[in-house]
């Protein structure tokens, strides 16, 4: 693909106190002045240089190298709550484990339970993201569990054009299980 100019200044990840990351953005005129209050960026904002984004796109690299320092002092968790509060966009970028506790997930009903079928947790019941989408109003939900260590392993390779005889031959020399 060819190097384009993004069509927005503030469209990017910052990595902020502590090493955590985010992502923000402040697509419009509208959204910038915005974003400059709830950041207390008054500086920024009254800078004619950036007055519209086709200014500010054109000095994004400066830009952005003037936030990454600004924000490098304040954490993601923060910054969430002003940028929640003007309304702008904005994603805190997170490890999968701290999905679980999510506010958005949580409150959308984007985890579900699975059981667990193999290993040392087996029949447990555990939290997993579910798609970030919805079909006909509906959030699709746990179709299956995960599957047993090599539960399905004859019917893929047979599948696939393996002959039962190949397949026994690849399961007792532990290629698969």
């Given at each position: 693909?060819?190097?384009?100019?993004?069509?927005?200044?503030i469209y990017d990840v910052f990595t902020v106190k502590d090493g955590e990351q985010i992502f923000?953005?402040?697509v419009s005129?509208?959204?910038w002045l915005s974003f400059c209050d709830a950041l207390g960026l008054a500086d920024l904002k009254a800078d004619a240089r950036y007055a519209s984004n086709n200014e500010r796109v054109q000095l994004r690299p400066e830009l952005l190298a003037t936030l990454r320092e600004r924000l490098a002092t304040r954490s993601a968790a923060e910054l969430s709550r002003l940028m929640e509060a003007a309304g702008l966009p904005f994603a805190p970028i997170?490890?999968?484990?701290?999905?679980?506790?999510?506010?958005?997930?949580?409150?959308?009903?984007g985890l579900a339970d699975?059981?667990?079928t193999d290993g040392e947790?087996?029949?447990?019941?555990v939290k997993t993201t579910l798609f970030p989408f919805t079909l006909d109003g509906e959030r699709p939900g746990v179709r299956l569990n995960p599957p047993r260590r090599g539960?399905?392993?004859?019917?893929?390779?047979?599948?696939?054009?393996f002959a039962p005889?190949?397949?026994d031959a690849l399961i007792e020399s532990c290629a698969v299980a």
């Open positions: 693909m060819p190097a384009r100019i993004s069509p927005w200044a923000l953005a402040a005129d509208a959204q997170m490890k999968p484990e701290e999905l679980l506790d999510d506010p958005h997930l949580l409150a959308t009903g699975i059981q667990l947790r087996a029949g447990r019941t539960e399905h392993t004859r019917e893929v390779l047979g599948g696939v054009g005889a190949e397949i």
